[in-house]
């Protein structure tokens, strides 16, 4: 009697109708998600390169205009010059008053700003309770939304005529008026950046300084700050980098007279009002009047670019990670 050994037969493996109705759906989504992360990533490439594009278009155009002014007019005349008059007779193309009148400007609102923004940040950092810090924050954000123009006209028929009681021989169109409303302008940006470099300063530093005896007023001026320091010293160069470039405002209330003093009570012009100016078509277009305006533009340019590349350069220097 024999017996018949049969082997056991394999058979394939075949996906049940249920999996294969799993994987063509999960396939599906992943090669949408391949195309979304596709199409947002050349989405965020045009922005970046459009953003690159504009600047270049501006320092070229800047550029080409410039070098039609200077081509009539040496660039050692234009940055050595004591007098300016592009468009009276007889004509001087000496930059300095206008370099003059915005430094003046941007110092006066310096010396508003950086103090009281500082102090406004360390109040609001460090003093402030939650309820008053809610309510600081929007006043503080609504003087940062107001136009310029508003300053302007707020220096001009407000602030100048409290100053003449104080100054009977102060004229209309001053420094003074036009400084001092600037450096308001601009503290919410120095109180905003340096607020928000003293909060990241870990609560640990302060914890340890009160541990050892300190008081509030002594972690908050020689440890906080100090550790917030690049922050602040960036919060600094902005806000004047933004007092340098203002236009309507200087424009209003400092007048248009293009004298080189440091005398704050004088009527001053700066290179944005200059700009502003002839922009309004008191130059013909092409002439070497009107090219003043890029020329004048190029330098305000370098002048503000200078100083954003100082601020970065104090942040990577003094940058202190926790």
């Keep these: 009697m024999g017996f018949e050994i049969r ?24 090669s949408s998600r391949e195309w979304e992360g596709r199409a947002a990533r050349y989405f965020f490439f045009l922005c970046a390169a459009l953003s690159i594009f504009t600047t270049v278009g501006i320092v070229v155009s800047l550029f080409s205009q410039a070098l039609a002014f200077f081509g009539e007019v040496s660039v050692w005349e234009f940055l050595t010059g004591t007098r300016w008059s592009p468009i009276l007779k007889p004509n001087s193309y000496g930059v300095l008053p206008l370099v003059g009148g915005t430094l003046l400007v941007s110092a006066l609102a310096a010396l508003v700003a950086l103090p009281l923004g500082l102090g406004t940040a360390i ?122 470039g203002e236009t309507m405002l200087v424009t209003i209330a400092a007048g248009a007279t293009p004298n080189l003093t440091w005398n704050p009570l004088d009527s001053i012009q700066a290179m944005t009002a200059y700009i502003v100016q002839v922009s309004l078509g008191e130059a013909a277009h092409g002439s070497l009047e009107y090219n003043t305006i890029f020329a004048v533009g190029l330098l305000l340019f370098m002048m503000t670019l200078l100083m954003s590349l100082l601020g970065q350069w104090v942040v990577h220097r003094w940058r202190e990670e926790y």
């Design 123 to 244: 109040f609001l950092a460090e003093y402030a309770p939650d309820r008053l810090r809610r309510v600081i924050k929007p006043v503080l954000e609504i003087l940062a939304g107001i136009p310029t123009v508003v300053y302007g006209y707020f220096a001009l028929t407000f602030v100048t005529p409290l100053l003449q009681i104080v100054f009977p021989d102060m004229i209309v169109f001053n420094a003074l008026s036009a400084g001092l409303v600037m450096g308001i302008m601009i503290i919410p940006m120095v109180s905003s950046l340096s607020e928000d470099a003293m909060m990241a300063v870990p609560r640990s530093l302060r914890q340890a300084a009160y541990a050892l005896g300190a008081t509030r007023m002594e972690v908050s001026l020689r440890v906080v700050v100090p550790a917030a320091l690049s922050g602040i010293v960036a919060s600094f160069i902005l806000a004047i980098s933004r007092a340098i």
């Design 7 to 30: 082997r056991p037969q394999l058979l394939a493996a075949r996906p049940s109708p249920a999996s294969a109705a799993g994987e063509a759906p999960l396939f599906k989504r992943s």
